[in-house]
């Protein structure tokens, strides 16, 4: 089964990451790997997620949370791998508030790959990944962090319910489904753009330099946006 392959390939990434960063999720045991069908895999407990602090208000996001993510995002690169599916539900809070990069089920060894399928959730997938005929690489998984860190600094969703109602429609009509073209893809991503544009003037209407921070980190094209050094220092800058 799909998902059976998923969790063995996540296992054996993980078993690759372990003991290795602190903000990375860790494998405790793993029960009956060869003589059951569906792997049992054994990990902390963690009460919360960054999407409960940012729209449940449950829990507290900590100051070290963008050099937290960052570092966990930095080693994974050091090591050549994607995430692909960055999220607040996938960051997960310990009891003393410190961010866990979770869920490596659609993770790929890097610097660059190519999904055979759509893979993460559509409010936080790159172009270039949603593109699917072409390579993503290491600043896919920044755009997703960057997405994040607007939710966690604004305390609200990037996107609106209707536009990713939106998103989610012509997802599945122009990304995922059979009238997947090159001319369906652009005009999806297109609409993702303008999206973000518009929350961003929202948004930041009153901190122009905020803007120009998150508008600079969601250029179309991966060679136009910052660097993840340059994108840390930057958010600390802006929100010291």
């Not at 990451?17 to 494998?27: A, E, T």
């Not at 009956?32 to 009460?47: A, K, N």
């Not at 070290?64 to 960055?86: E, K, R, S």
Request: glycine share 4%; proline share 6%.
């Amino acid at each position: 089964m799909k998902e059976t392959r998923m969790l063995k390939k996540e296992i054996d990434l993980l078993r690759s990451l372990q003991n290795r960063h602190k903000n990375i999720i860790q494998i405790i045991n793993l029960k009956d790997e060869d003589r059951c069908e569906h792997p049992i895999l054994v990990m902390h407990y963690y009460p919360h997620t960054i999407y409960d602090a940012i729209m449940r208000r449950k829990a507290r996001i900590p100051d070290t949370f963008y050099d937290d993510t960052a570092g966990a995002l930095t080693y994974l690169q050091q090591n050549n791998i994607l995430h692909n599916d960055i999220k607040p539900e996938n960051i997960l809070l310990t009891y003393k508030g410190e961010p866990i990069l979770a869920d490596f089920g659609f993770a790929q060894y890097g610097p660059e790959a190519k999904p055979k399928d759509l893979m993460g959730t559509p409010g936080y997938i790159s172009p270039e990944m949603k593109s699917r005929f072409k390579t993503h690489g290491f600043k896919s998984d920044q755009w997703s962090l960057t997405i994040v860190w607007f939710e966690v600094l604004f305390r609200q969703d990037l996107f609106t319910d209707e536009m990713m109602h939106k998103l989610y429609q012509t997802d599945e009509n122009s990304i995922s489904g059979k009238r997947r073209t090159p001319e369906n893809v652009k005009s999806h991503i297109s609409h993702q753009l303008d999206f973000i544009e518009t929350r961003l003037r929202e948004v930041t209407k009153k901190r122009p330099d905020l803007y120009a921070f998150f508008k600079r980190a969601t250029q179309k094209d991966p060679e136009e946006r910052p660097s993840l050094p340059e994108l840390l220092t930057s958010i600390k800058g802006l929100v010291s």
